[in-house]
């Protein structure tokens, strides 16, 4: 299932010291320690997640074995490792944090019973294996201080974009399409784990897709007169009149010739295995952007793929990465805003 290269541990190391170097500039810059990854919030949410009763056999896993409702916090997010204008193309984030799961744990050490959930509007990701991961991170620092027209002009240009990725050895595909377009609602996308997962006695993939009237009309509809911070602003607008719906799906592999877990670049057929409901997710209306809510977002909470209990253990390179590189950033962080490293118990510690 899983094969680790003999050099694997060492291009980790390389890798974690370059994101913390990164890190430590984007600190020097900014007078404040960010992610070195989802570094914007759009919005910080609170809601929960009802798992369905009438799920069959090999969907009744891990979290989701019995039927019930968790509360939830979710963090919505831009991709890169700083904070840049909307204006500028880039993946978005929906990290989910679902309080309360009981099970023996993958890293006992954080605390909390909590099991996090990350995902972004691909369903792949372009550079799905450590030695490529590595490559991409040369090209995202030098992008990094580039001023935000010139970072428009190369998420835009898909033919640029595709060139770039083809010499680094990135796989174009959903990715490159995705960050070709012009910006769409965040609500209305729908987003994916992109690695796989351990589910229990199986493994999966994850995805989030909208399925209440409010967002599905959001989805495709392209975001007008986009500023610096109109993400987060729709956002806000949206939840300040309306809730949101969503199902959480998974999508078990069949094929591991075909579905693999160890390329994350390669999007898993659904004419193989088809994603099928686990839950429904639910958020009223509420403020997503006032300030202590922000700041709780920013500087207080952590999003960790090993966060959560043995039955979905991450899988695959990116999420071995995942696993050094999310635990020095979030101790840098939490260490340079002098901010206690807190796991939620329930969604009313999350500012109103």
Known sequence: MEVIDAEESALITEIVEQMAAASRCAFERHRHAIRDAHAKSNGLL???????????????????ARPGTYQVVARLSSAPSDIHSDKIPAARGFALKIIGVDGARLAPEIGGNNQDFLMVNFPALAFGTIPKYKRM???LEANSHAPDTFQRLVAGTAH??????????????ATLDGLARD????????YHTQAAIRFGDYIAK??????????????????????????RDVISDHFARHGAEYTLTAQLCTDLSRMPVEDAAITWPE???PHRPLATLRFAPQSTAHPARQVYGDDVLSFN?????????????????????YERSTAFRHSMNAQPRVEPSQSSDIPD
């Open 137 to 139: 991170l040369t090209l």
């Open 271 to 273: 004419e193989l295995s």
């Open 206 to 231: 994850l995805a989030l897709q909208p399925s209440s009237d409010s967002v599905r009309r959001l989805t495709g509809q392209p975001v007008d007169d986009v500023g610096y911070a109109t993400l």
């Open 160 to 173: 640029g974009a595709r060139q770039v990725l083809e010499s680094l050895g990135g796989t174009p595909g």
């Open 183 to 190: 910006n769409h609602h965040p609500l209305g996308e729908t």
């Open 305 to 325: 793929p090993w966060n959560g209990v043995t039955a979905h253990q991450p899988l695959g390179g990116i999420m071995r990465i995942r696993r050094a590189a």
């Open 46 to 64: 609170k809601g929960e997640l009802t798992i369905h009763d009438d799920l069959p056999a090999e969907l009744r896993q891990g979290v989701f």
